[in-house]
Structure formats: C-alpha cells, structure tokens
C-alpha cells in the first residue's frame, strides 16, 4: 500500500523498467494549453458568418401553448430566424434514448418549465435575447405535478432500462421474521444538478448535406449517431469535434435538445450557428439527478450477520422518459445476505427528464444503504467496520460469480489506522472540542469497474513521432495524459514525443465517456495499437538480413526513447526514424481494436452505464467493481448546528495505478462531490411552478475551497487484468460513493441525531433540537 503523499511510481531514468511512465504521477500534457487559455472549448469555437441562437423556454411546467407571435420579435434588429415546434414538428423522431427530450420544439403540448418551445437566431447573441423577449406566447396552463411524495401512488416499476426495476433472493419474509434487530427507515435525497464549470454549447453548420458541430459532449460518436438519425443523414456526413470537456459529470452523457436545435437553426438560417446554454438554462435542459425516497429495512442476528434486506426506491422522473436512478445496485451486492428484495418505482412529474449523475445509483443508493448499516451497528453495539467485515461480500451474490479482484479488507484496515479509529469512542456525543462536537463515520464505497470496446490508432512518422488517434474524449480526467503514458511506453518512447489526438467523431471509435469506462477501455485500444506498432516496427529489423537484429525475436530487443537496441547484439542500435527511413516508409500506423477479455456478469439490480458485452466464447465469468473506504471528522457546532467536515480519509482499490496524480484528483473530486451531496447540494423545485427557484451558482449551495479539508487518498496496490488487458479499474466515480454517508454517520456519532434526508442542513438539526448543549 502507498501512503498519501508518497507517490508510488517506477524511475523514468530506470532503463530496464518496461513500465517508465506508466504508474508516475505525471502533470497533465493539456496543462499548459489549458492555463494558457490555449485549449478550445466547444463554445469557443468561431466560424465565418456565425449567427447566435437563444432558446426561448416555457415558463410554465404543465399545459398547451396557446399562442405564440413572433411579429414584432422578426422585426428586431439583427434577427435571422425564429423557429418554433410548428417548424419541426415533421422532424423524425429519434431511436436513441430519451425518446421526447432528445427531439426539441417537439409540441405546442408542455409537460415541464424550461422546455424549449422556440429559438431566435440573430446576428448577435445580445440581439437574439432581446428579441426573445419580443416573442408573445400565450399559455393554457395546467397545474403541475411536481411534489413526489404527493404522489406515491402512482409509481410504477420500470422494465424498459438497461437494469431490472425489481430483483429478489432468497424469501424476505422469513429473514425478516428470523431477525433479532430490525431498522426500518426513510432516507431522502434531493435533486440535483450537476453544473460542470463548461455549460453546455454547440457550434453548428452545414456544407450540403455534411453537418459539422463542435459540442460539449462525453460522447462523440453517440452525439454523431443522434444527428445523423435526426436528420436522417449518413453518419459519416455528420463530424463532431470536442477536443477539450469542462467536466461532464454525466450530464454531457446524451445528446440534449440544444445540440439538434443548433444544427437546425444553420441549416434554416444557412449559416453557422452558436447556441450556448445559459447557467440558468443547465438547469432545465441537461438532465439532473432525480430525488429518491429510499425505504429501507435492514433485519440482522445477534451475531451481526445481515438476514434480510428490503430495499424500495422511489425516484422521478419526466413523462416523457423512464430514467430509473438505480439505487439497488449496492444494495444487491456489497454484502453477504441470503434474503435481499430491491424493487425501484418510478413517479412521473412535471419536470425535465433526470439522467445519469456522477455515480448514478451508487451515489444516492449507497447513502441510504450505509447510513442504515450504520443504523444496524448502533442498535446491535457494534463497531461499524466490524459489521461490515462481518458481511464481507468473498463473491457476489447477485450472481454467484467470483471478484475480478477486490481489496477491501484492505480498504478498511488501510483507511482505518491512517484515520486513528481505533481511538474512537463509539458514543455519541462522547468526542468534543470547546463548543464544537466531534464526530467521527465511515463507509464503504464501491462502483463497477465497467469497461466498452474500444479502438485507437497508433501512428510514427519518419522523424519518430508518434501520434495516437482515439475518438474518445477528456472530460478534465486527465485523458490525454495517462494515453501518452501508456502509448509510450508500449512504443519505448518518451511521452513528450507522442501526441494524443482525441475528440473528434472521425477517429477510430471509442466509447461514450461514462460508467468510469474510458481509461480502461480507450487506454487497453491505445496499449494494444502502440504494441502492435512496436512490433511491426521491430519486424523490419528482424526480417532484414543485413540488419544486425536480424532473426532476433522482438522480446529479445530493448526500445529506449526511440532507440531499439538488444543484450544480444553488443553496440548495436537502430531508432524508429531510422527504420522508417530505411525501409522507405513515410509513416506506419496500426489499429487495433480492445475487447472484454472475459465475460462479466450482469447482477439484477447491476451494472452501471457502462455494460459491457460479454465475449462469445464460453468464459468463466467475473463480477468486477472498485472498492473503497470512506472515513472521516465532522465538527458541529453545539448551539448553531452548523456542520464542518475537518478530516477525510478515503482509501481505494482500483486495480492498476496509471498516473497516481490524476487518479489521486479524480478521487478527491468524487470525495468534494460527496460533501457537496451531504450538507450542501439540492435543487429547489417550487411546487406551485415547478421551476427551479435556485438556478444559478449563487444560492444553488456547492462547497468552496473553506469547505474542505486535506482529503487523503490512500491507493491499495491491486491489478486487474481480467476488467482490462491495462489492469486498471476506472476511477470516475467512486469517489463520490459512500461519501454522504461517511457524514451523516458522523453527524449521529457527534450528535446522537440521525439525519435522513440530504442535504444535512443546521435547520435540520435544529429541528431536531440535539444542538443544544447535553
Ligand atoms: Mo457518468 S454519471 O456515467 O458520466
């Protein structure tokens, strides 16, 4: 195990490592572009002749347009175009997922507020949101649905998804009957948004019957494939191109209405177009993350053994979709239990469709999972990683299949002694500093270590430049990064010398960049390019009879920066360059193509977005997740009830280790996303409009830096060949999981007062009248 801090890497000048750069922590290669102002986001993009559009939304959540006059908006200096559903509405529909929200203007008919209904195109953005203000829509409102809880009743269990609503073993019934300690509980979590600091935005326009778009996307490929289906053109005439993500978090996960609307808006306006998204306007066009009502009943013996588990989610979602927030997917499997029942229900209301958010199912499922495991531990006197050491998951249960791998003894123990929580006294209220109450919780967190085919190209020019080709994309993780590591050391190159182009529909395809999937997938399509590279390369030499390696099998020759040498060929060496040269090649570039290397099992209840396929050929087959533990302090003040989180100890086990730097920030991240979810996050819906009524940066809470503390990150050594011929697991999201629930039990040990709904508020507790002084 490596300590934080220490960062575990091979020395580059350590001539005999086949590993130089793989595993060091090495800066980002986008870094300078990106500080510089030189890296191009997708909004930033200019075009000759570019016009602006604004999307005009509904202001209401439920009803019909009545009306709607665009005369004086058209005679508004400036303006090109207005647009509204009247101009669309014999556009196709799409095949991809989500059927409704996918196709803009769709209908006169509104089903939520901030559904687009029209759009100005002007020669100006200041001249096209003034002339949206211009438009006259008259509304036939309705009064909307937008209070879940109003409206139980009507939730239905999905079966269109990717994962089953419903799933069981064993008979619930009887475990429940057989407990001697049964908690049986309500945990909560609100809407919420993911804002990456890049709003969406989309640069389109058409040559003929080609579209290009430069789009805010984690995806490409897919956002090429909706295009073209929308448009019913050919894929290959339509072009995508992101080289730079502000983040994505899940939101740039599919195609939203603005990127069809802004292809539209050129082809009617025959001319570029911009639409880029407001902040206000992220929060009612790119999805959310659905609020649950998770009812959760957790039955155990004396012994602390787990018997029973019932698991109930209700979560929203639009009329127009059936996004199911799948909640029960740690519930099925991070611990042994014989009798487990999960079923998720859906609710439609009025409001946009919610979709994928930075660990979807895991992040809002595993805090009412671990703060009712935590529940358990208190009500049978147990310390809380015991019970969960106790019910150590040695297979998945789900399926009966074996662990990939999986390190989370050595999670628990590792973050454990780093934390100190061995001096933990596990009375509440018991831990206290002057005025503030000190308390301390944990976790477990955990997310499928998912992985896609994959392809990349790897290419050398005469000079021995090396140019990797993948369509995949970086959404801030450090992609381009750890791809130059691995190409160059599968080559023997320096990483300096090889440029990653990504980001571009037209490069060999590569998955959408979600589920935690791209280091794995588009890292195993780049090794596997680079080597077969390397080979071919190193094949001119020992086909070539007056080659000094001539014969010499490619494992016995050595590349060093370019340099192929071998211990069998005293003094001998050749570089790439020269091999191009001499065998009179301009360039050689090889594709290579990266697949599941077993089969995974699919649990009920199971995987993420990012569902692989199994291989054909009958494998034994393997349940593959990251792991990790959560740990940390919170300091409360006794009489205000305001909430400090002052130590974080995460530690995780994901596989292979490619750029601890990256991965290190990459935790982090989840680990601030995770504070943000517990005491700070929520979208405000107001019931009476069902509009947002915090959609701005400014009152929708996320933490700042004077929120969090030093979080320390421990890396557990593990590798992982069977999720990935890399050895890696994806490292996206975990880091989020578990985390609110690390603070809401800590929030119970300092204060005797279980909280469970998010975010964790000093209203809340309050409330609940424990801040006053015991
Ligand atoms: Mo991630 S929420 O699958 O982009």
Redesign the pocket.
Known sequence: MSQAGQHPQSDPTKEDSDQAYVGRPMDRVDGRLKVTGAARYAAEFDAPNLAHATPIQSSIARGRVASIDVGIAKASPGVIAIITFEDVSRMPLPTVPPAGTAVPLLSPLIVYSGQNLALVVAETLEQAQHAATLVEIAYTPEAPDVVMEQFLNRGFVPNTGIRPGRSQRGDIGAGLEASAIKIAETYRTPVEHHNPLEPHATVAFWKGDRLTVYDAT?GVGNTAQNLAELFQISVENVHVIDPFVGG???CK?QSWPHTPLAALAARIAKRPVRLALTRRQMFTSVGHRPCTRQENTIAANRAGRLVAIKHRVYSHTSTTDEFMEPTGAPVSMLYTCPNVEIEHRLVRLNVGAPT???A?GEASGSFGLETAMDEVAVALGMDPIDLRLRNYAELDQTNGHDWSSKSLRECYEGAAEQFGWSRRDPRPRSMRDGRWLVGWGMATAGYPANFRPASAKARIHQDGSVWIGCGTQDLGTGTYTILAQIAADALGVSPSNVRVQIGDNRLPSAPTS??SCSATSTGSAVLLAAKALRTRLLSYVNADETSPFFNLQASAMRVRNGQITSQRVEGASVTYAEVLRRYGKSVVEQEAFAEAGVERGTPPGGQ??GDAQPRKEKTKAYSMHGFGAQFCEVRIDADLGVVRVSRWVGAFALGKQLNPKTLRSQLKGGVVWGIGMALHEASMLDARFGRYVNSNLAEYHLPVNADIPEIEILLIDEEDTLVSPLGAKGA??IGITGAAAAISNAVYHATGTRIRDLPITLDKLLARGQASTA
Request: hydrophobic share 15%.
């Open positions: 984690q994505g978090f899940g996960g994928y958010m930075r979807p979600g589920g993420g977005p996206g999201e």
